[in-house]
């Protein structure tokens, strides 16, 4: 909307990691050549951490584009996979013929294998585990597992575990220290200060085609990095709604109350006062429990004069969460040409990744032998009610020299997005072992069986 008014030729604060505007300031360049230093090292595990919406993501995404073509890249972006379905898809984004009724050890040999012939090839392998934070520990246990594979010489396998704080807090934990104890590089994204904010916002405007005079300044920058906490994704929701203010006044330059218009818009901003709100009302709880509970104990165990009051110690229970166990139902049988609905939806899936964005997800729902084509047609013509049958696609891939259908379902902008879908989903897909697909990997996929 405000594109033409600041001589735009796009828009400049997308929330969606846009490659063409990385920002190499506040040590975000530092980091990326050292990371892609720290992968053709080979060695051990590499951690990044930074708070939501820090640029984890971002920095992911010039890892891919940056790094050399002799190293290959997957990914991890489903952080609730269980310790028992990691190393099946593991196995699957390497392109691997395995299937549920397989052991882990198993897999583990046949995963093994693949990359001996990688290093042969002196080719590089490197998995990027995504909101790692929030895998289960068992989980983590079993990639760290994977770091076990090596040559004398060489690890078959570099891994980058990218998460939120919380990440340290869970390798903290005793019993995991094999796995903290193999991370031999270790990354942290810290928040913009005021003079790189100001230096980031400018740097996008003039990256997609603004040619006038800044329209951010020191003093509104300072807004901007009090309002966003100096966190990118915030930077550029409030940056993009400080543009709209400014271009509705027809104004072309930004003023702090546009600033903290936009900021108490946000939904950010909005949730920061509600917590806030809640924990002064918990705390008033807590003050009023204490001293209604004072009140009847000194009701009913009266102090003597000189004697001190004992109180029983405290325990706090937490809770623990439960990982549901599923069962696989992909189907194994030999290839045919597509037909009847998996012809149509083919050829939907053709037009519709020829737009998809890059950087975007997609949730893999299944997979299937193409000669068990009949029980893919059988599914199209049930799709659960909750799926929007006009974004179920498939493609055709070939794995180990067979041919498979793989089912997708909808175009996600965001991993967040695509994981409360993946939540969503009914029983009797989640038994299927559903999980997210980037769809850079699914062109790359696609283009390699071509």
Not at 64 to 86: G, T
Not at 87 to 95: D, N
Not at 217 to 245: C, M, W
Not at 412 to 428: G, H, M, R, V, Y
Request: hydrophobic content about 40%; some cysteine.
């Amino acid at each position: 909307m405000y594109q033409e008014h600041f001589g735009l030729k796009r828009p400049p604060f997308k929330i969606t990691p846009d490659t063409s505007l990385f920002f190499e300031g506040n040590q975000r360049g530092a980091a990326l050549e050292a990371l892609m230093y720290a992968i053709r090292s080979g060695e051990g595990i590499i951690k990044v951490v930074g708070e939501v919406g820090s640029g984890k993501t971002m920095l992911c995404r010039m890892l891919e584009v940056r790094l050399a073509n002799d190293i290959d890249v997957i990914y991890i972006a489903n952080p609730s996979l269980s310790p028992d379905n990691i190393l099946h898809v593991i196995a699957h984004e390497l392109q691997l013929d395995v299937n549920n009724g397989m052991s882990k050890v198993d897999v583990m040999q046949r995963i093994q294998a693949h990359l001996l012939k990688k290093h042969a090839n002196n080719r590089q392998v490197v998995l990027f585990v995504e909101e790692a934070q929030s895998m289960p520990i068992e989980t983590l246990e079993e990639i760290r597992l994977l770091s076990n594979l090596e040559t004398d010489e060489n690890k078959l396998l570099q891994m980058v575990l990218f998460g939120q704080p919380e990440l340290d807090e869970k390798l903290s934990v005793p019993h995991i220290r094999q796995l903290k104890e193999r991370i031999t590089q270790s990354f942290y994204l810290s928040p913009f200060p005021p003079d790189d904010t100001l230096q980031y916002l400018n740097f996008r405007l003039r990256a997609v085609g603004y040619k006038g005079p800044d329209v951010f300044n020191k003093k509104t920058a300072g807004a901007v990095k009090k309002y966003s906490n100096g966190l990118t994704r915030r930077i550029n929701i409030i940056a993009d709604k400080s543009l709209l203010a400014a271009f509705s006044e027809g104004s072309h330059t930004v003023t702090t109350s546009h600033i903290k218009s936009a900021a108490q818009d946000s939904e950010f901003k909005k949730g920061a006062v509600n917590k806030k709100l809640a924990w002064i009302l918990v705390s008033l709880t807590l003050v009023m429990s204490a001293l209604v509970a004072g009140y009847f104990i000194g009701k009913l165990n009266p102090v003597e004069p000189g004697q001190a009051m004992q109180m029983a110690p405290l325990e706090l229970a937490s809770p623990v969460a439960e990982q549901d166990t599923v069962e696989d139902t992909r189907a194994e049988v030999g290839s045919e040409q597509p037909t009847g609905l998996i012809a149509d939806r083919i050829n939907e899936t053709e037009l519709w990744l020829e737009s998809a964005a890059d950087d975007h997800y997609s949730i893999q729902l299944l997979m299937a032998r193409t000669s068990d084509a009949d029980k893919v047609e059988s599914f199209l013509n049930d799709v659960p009610e909750t799926l929007d049958f006009t974004k179920v696609y498939i493609y055709e891939t070939v794995i180990s020299g067979r041919a498979w259908y793989s089912v997708l379902y909808n175009d996600f902008a965001t991993q967040e997005n695509a994981i409360n879908k993946l939540d969503q989903l009914p029983a009797s897909l989640k038994a299927s072992d559903p999980y997210l697909r980037r769809i850079s990997a699914l062109k790359k996929d696609i283009a390699r069986n071509r």
